[in-house]
């Protein structure tokens, strides 16, 4: 998946590295964060859910791509598992409506039609789609992603790219690492080293088509030992390799909703662990039940609405009629809205929610009639007061801002952040390296160069770049951009 027009992007890189073919020195760019190390607990983490879902579709290596430039703190592949078991970074075990794979009568062979699957203790009736499961991974990488049909999200990339496997990810998201060290902010700072949040999806699906009870947790668990996380070493590996270089170790930060299977890794491995929680796990949601979970993960993931309209009207929203009452009062009740980060806090856990949308698309905090009318500002305010963690986020680029708003003067007085806020503004840093915008963009023609943009933007941060120019011309500029591709 190399840009289409090389010459194009072997140009840039000229450009870019000129001064130096063979490594390139630090180079002072317009940077969107502070530093080398991760923001400390009372700054909140952001977490680039599916990588930048809103610009790219979910789950795709330019997606990936697009939140490392950003600067996120943390990105999250979503890990299934092929016929073959290999893990491959997709949302769902279906490959319709995600991918071409209704247009591709060579995969009519595979496809499932009238049978019944469990997930999550919920029973579902496929009437007709594809599995991932089905497939091998050499078939699996023919097909293309397709953006999924919401807000404005654009859906110009629709076919474009394949689904990553979860070595593809690893080995951007080092490649990524290994250019960190020679791309410095304008304040002369590191950006910061990524972190990476593998889910795994459906533990129990996946553990029962591989035949063993912890099937999935060992598959993923082996892809991680392959590039140096091994299940033995706290939080980080000591040693990390990018094509023979020794590079800085991304966090690592494992996480899933399967209770069994965040146990068994908590068991097996030294790997940090966040556990998700919404109304699959309703007995976590209550005093007794939360308490038994201490130590079994360092983190809690709510979902939002548990913090805001609470439990029993989620349930209510979900229509779930199978839950036990007995069993919830003996464990002292579900934990009231505006209980849960203080009480999960004092149990010694860290607390992160998910997800905040892009300001976009409605807020979807399971209100019980339609959500007020509320900022992405006032939403994300609200569990900053909380004392929240982490939040799972779409609409990176705004996400960062409203933190760097809410925090700003702890942001800069703790990190050296001088112009903490210049994300938004255009600066003369983009001068100062020299690039030149107007010859870059003359450049963009029909059909062949957002690949060569998209990995650029990994050198040069220019995805923020492109954000820029959208703030300040309005959001249309860039869908012009795109769009007369
Ligand atoms: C898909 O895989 C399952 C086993 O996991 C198998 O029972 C089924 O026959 C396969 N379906 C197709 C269409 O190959
Ligand atoms: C699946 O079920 C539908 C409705 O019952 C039926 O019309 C169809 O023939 C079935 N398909 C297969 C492949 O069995
Ligand atoms: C890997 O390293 C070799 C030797 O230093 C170099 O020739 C090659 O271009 C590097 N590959 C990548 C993808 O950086
Ligand atoms: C984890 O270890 C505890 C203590 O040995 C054990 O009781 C529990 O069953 C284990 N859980 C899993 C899922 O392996
Ligand atoms: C509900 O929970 C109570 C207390 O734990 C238990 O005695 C009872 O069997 C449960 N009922 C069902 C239907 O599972
Ligand atoms: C929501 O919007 C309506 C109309 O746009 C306005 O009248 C109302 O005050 C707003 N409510 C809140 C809570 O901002
Ligand atoms: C940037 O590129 C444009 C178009 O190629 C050119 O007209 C302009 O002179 C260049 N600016 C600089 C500062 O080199
Ligand atoms: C743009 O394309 C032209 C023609 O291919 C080339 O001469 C020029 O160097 C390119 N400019 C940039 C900035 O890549």
Same mark, same amino acid.
């Given at each position: 998946?190399?840009?289409?027009?090389?010459? /194009?992007?072997?140009?840039?890189?000229?450009?870019? /590295?000129?001064?130096?073919?063979?490594?390139?020195?630090?180079?002072?760019?317009?940077?969107?964060?502070?530093?080398?190390?991760? %923001?400390? %607990?009372?700054? %909140?983490?952001? /977490?680039?859910?599916?990588?930048d879902k809103i610009n790219l579709p979910e789950h795709t290596i330019p997606a990936y791509e697009m939140a490392m430039a950003s600067a996120i703190d943390y990105i999250e592949p979503d890990l299934v598992l092929t016929k073959d078991q290999v893990p491959v970074c997709f949302h769902d075990i279906f490959l319709h409506p995600g991918t071409?794979?209704?247009e591709r009568p060579e995969f009519d062979h595979l496809k499932t039609t009238n049978r019944t699957i469990k997930l999550r203790d919920v029973t579902h009736y496929i009437t007709s789609n594809w599995l991932?499961?089905?497939?091998?991974?050499?078939?699996?990488?023919?097909?293309?992603?397709?953006?999924?049909?919401?807000?404005?999200? %654009?859906?110009?990339? #629709?076919?474009?790219?394949?689904?990553p496997s979860f070595d593809e990810f690893m080995e951007i998201a080092h490649r990524y690492t290994w250019k960190q060290q020679f791309i410095r902010n304008y304040d002369g700072r590191k950006r910061p080293i990524i972190?990476?949040?593998?889910?795994?999806?459906? $533990?129990?699906?996946?553990? $029962?088509?591989?035949?063993?009870?912890?099937?999935?947790?060992?598959?993923?668990?082996?892809?991680?030992?392959?590039?140096?996380y091994s299940r033995n070493e706290k939080a980080k590996p000591s040693r990390c390799l990018y094509n023979g270089t020794e590079i800085p170790c991304n966090p690592m930060l494992?996480?899933?909703?399967?209770?069994?299977?965040?146990?068994?890794?908590?068991?097996?491995?030294?790997?940090?662990?966040?556990?998700?929680? #919404?109304?699959?796990?309703?007995?976590?949601?209550?005093?007794?039940?939360?308490?038994?979970?201490?130590?079994?993960? #360092?983190w809690l993931c709510f979902l939002k609405s548990l913090l805001f309209t609470g439990t029993p009207a989620q349930i209510k929203r979900e229509s779930l009629v199978?839950?036990?009452?007995?069993?919830?009062e003996e464990l002292g009740g579900f934990i009231k809205p505006n209980k849960i980060v203080p009480y999960a806090k004092k149990l010694g856990f860290k607390v992160a929610v998910h997800t905040i949308y892009s300001s976009w698309e409605d807020s979807e905090r399971g209100?019980?009639?339609?959500?007020?009318?509320?900022?992405?500002?006032?939403?994300?305010?609200?569990? /900053?007061?909380?004392?929240?963690?982490?939040?799972? +986020?779409?609409?990176?680029?705004?996400? *960062?801002?409203?933190?760097?708003?809410?925090?700003?003067?702890?942001? *800069? !007085?703790?990190?050296?952040?001088?112009?903490?806020?210049?994300?938004?503004?255009?600066?003369?840093?983009?001068?100062?390296?020299?690039?030149?915008?107007?010859?870059?963009?003359?450049?963009?023609?029909?059909?062949?160069?957002?690949?060569?943009?998209?990995?650029?933007?990994?050198?040069?941060?220019?995805? !923020?770049?492109? +954000?820029?120019?959208?703030?300040?011309?309005?959001?249309n500029t860039v869908l012009e951009l795109i769009g007369i591709m």
């Open positions: 998946m190399g840009p289409q027009n090389t010459s /194009f992007f072997n140009t840039l890189l000229f450009q870019l /590295f000129a001064a130096n073919a063979q490594v390139p020195e630090p180079i002072t760019l317009f940077g969107t964060s502070t530093n080398d190390i991760a %923001p400390e %607990p009372e700054i %909140p983490l952001l /977490f680039g859910h599916r990588g071409d794979v209704k991932v499961s089905n497939f091998t991974w050499a078939e699996l990488k023919t097909l293309r992603v397709i953006q999924k049909a919401k807000g404005i999200r %654009p859906k110009y990339f #629709d076919r474009m790219f394949g689904i972190g990476l949040m593998p889910e795994l999806k459906h $533990a129990r699906y996946h553990d $029962a088509i591989g035949g063993s009870q912890h099937y999935m947790v060992e598959t993923i668990v082996k892809a991680l030992e392959k590039w140096g494992v996480q899933a909703l399967d209770p069994v299977a965040v146990e068994y890794l908590r068991n097996t491995t030294t790997y940090q662990l966040l556990c998700l929680m #919404d109304t699959a796990n309703l007995r976590w949601l209550t005093y007794k039940g939360m308490a038994e979970m201490k130590g079994k993960t #360092d199978d839950w036990n009452k007995t069993e919830i209100c019980a009639v339609r959500c007020t009318n509320e900022t992405k500002e006032q939403e994300m305010h609200y569990f /900053f007061k909380m004392g929240v963690n982490g939040f799972f +986020v779409e609409g990176i680029e705004e996400s *960062i801002k409203i933190r760097q708003e809410y925090f700003g003067k702890k942001l *800069i !007085s703790k990190w050296g952040m001088a112009g903490a806020n210049s994300l938004f503004t255009v600066d003369s840093s983009a001068i100062a390296c020299n690039f030149n915008w107007t010859a870059f963009t003359a450049n963009i023609s029909k059909g062949d160069n957002i690949l060569a943009i998209l990995q650029a933007s990994i050198l040069i941060n220019a995805a !923020s770049a492109l +954000v820029k120019i959208r703030r300040i011309q309005s959001f």
